[in-house]
T-cell receptor, first 114, second 110 residues
């Protein structure tokens, strides 16, 4: 049981380049999330998808786009990367949008923008 | 709006106790607690729901004061394995996303 799988694990980009972070879960979860983690800032929500076919902005959506490709997959795209987007990105999922369900996190993707 | 966690850091000897607090300016539906080891993903510890009771397992427990929109995580008789960063995540309504605090770093030494 893989849980939440993120690719790539590490990526180095130059300013202005684009890339997509991929996330897939095999737990039949309805809701999926993208967070970024920076030192001293905790986990900040970028975008989330409460169910297949819906996406909503989180706390820090600027500079990002997302696609809920199907129930399993939720991708995060950086169209024109900036050094401020250097971070560790975590994808997470949970069964439903209610408070009784826990988040399961992927292992993280470390992105460096030069 | 991010919940506020305090303290930012705690240093303990094995066997000592600690309390980590989490407060929100919004009415809350649920509070989640997660622990993250260095270089790893956060891992779920417990959930407290509005109207629910204090939770606990082993020597870690938590409470949720709905009137004050505050939650506290209690770690008793700390072990080396308790070291890590603790995050509270809050949810204002069922079906919305978790918003996390900045974290509390706990260091336990022998």
């Amino acid at each position: 049981n893989a849980g939440v799988t993120q690719t790539p694990k590490f990526q180095v980009l130059k300013t202005g380049q684009s890339m997509t972070l991929q996330c897939a879960q095999d737990m039949n979860h309805n809701s999926m999330y993208w967070y970024r983690q920076d030192p001293g800032m905790g986990l900040r929500l970028i975008y989330y998808s409460a169910s297949e076919g819906t996406t909503d902005k989180g706390e820090v959506p600027n500079g990002y786009n997302v696609s809920r490709l199907n129930k399993r997959e939720f991708s995060l795209r950086l169209e024109s990367a900036a050094p401020s987007q250097t971070s560790v990105y975590f994808c997470a999922s949970r069964a439903g949008g209610s408070g009784a369900n826990v988040l399961t996190f992927g292992a993280g993707s470390r992105l460096t923008v030069l | 709006q991010q919940p506020v966690q305090s303290p930012q850091a705690v240093i303990l000897r094995e066997g000592e106790d600690a309390v980590i607090n989490c407060s929100s300016s919004k009415a809350l539906y649920s509070v989640h607690w997660y622990r993250q080891k260095h270089g790893e993903a956060p891992v779920f510890l417990m959930i407290l729901l509005k109207g629910g009771e204090q939770k606990g397992h082993d020597k870690i427990s938590a409470s949720f004061n709905e009137k004050k929109q505050q939650s506290s995580l209690y770690l008793t008789a700390s072990q080396l394995s308790y070291s890590g960063t603790y995050f509270c995540g809050t949810e204002a309504q069922a079906g919305t996303a978790l918003i996390f605090g900045k974290g509390t770093t706990l260091s336990v030494s022998s």
